[in-house]
């Protein structure tokens, strides 16, 4: 059963599934305010594949429990060139998905080109603008690692996408009122005939 979501007070759980290093980030989301939580790196020991994969079950179930987050967010893995390390990185990125599932939680997805999107600007960002813009939005002074902080990038895209989307509902509800008009010409057409 899923977590009860309120869509005003959030703590969101980012993740960014790794088979050698999973990254993580928390932040707390309040109306407009974001802030950071918490951030780090589930350093996956070498060895077999399943305990490797129950390794990073396991610790993201513990993060869980002490961060008690009330949705996650990861990204959608994206195709490489080599077929054994993309279906290894979906290895991992399943063990995560099914840890946060376990947990309760609801997962949002999102592309890398829409976390560079919503959180540089441009979906060709590198990682290290990515990394720079991550800080300056949480205000942070220590550097962050490199996964810990494209896990915070998913959480901030998340923060931004439910924002949104909450602003798209309340325009609907407005213009199924009446209380909004949906056609920009005739906003336009008004306005040229003040003029005249």
Known sequence: MDKKVDTTSLRILGVDPGLNH?????????GNP?????????HVPKGILSARLGFIYEQLSRIVDETNPTIAAAEIIFLNTNPKTT????????AALASLASQGLTVEEFSA?????SIVGT????????????SRLLALQDELQPDAADALACALTCAHSRR?????????????????????????EKFVQSRN
């Not at 999973?22 to 309040?30: C, E, M």
């Not at 279906?87 to 399943?94: E, F, H, N, S, T």
């Not at 979906?123 to 991550?134: D, E, I, P, W």
């Open 87 to 94: 279906l290894l990185l979906g290895q991992a990125r399943g």
């Open 113 to 117: 080109t829409n976390i560079k999107n």
């Open 164 to 188: 949104m989307r909450a602003l798209e509902n309340e325009t609907t509800v407005k213009v199924a009122a009446g209380l909004l008009r949906t056609s920009s010409r005739s906003a336009w």
């Open 123 to 134: 979906g060709r960002a590198s990682k290290l603008q990515v990394q720079t813009m991550v």
């Open 34 to 42: 974001v802030s950071f939580v918490t951030a780090g790196c589930i």
């Open 22 to 30: 999973t990254g993580f980030g928390v932040i707390d989301v309040r």
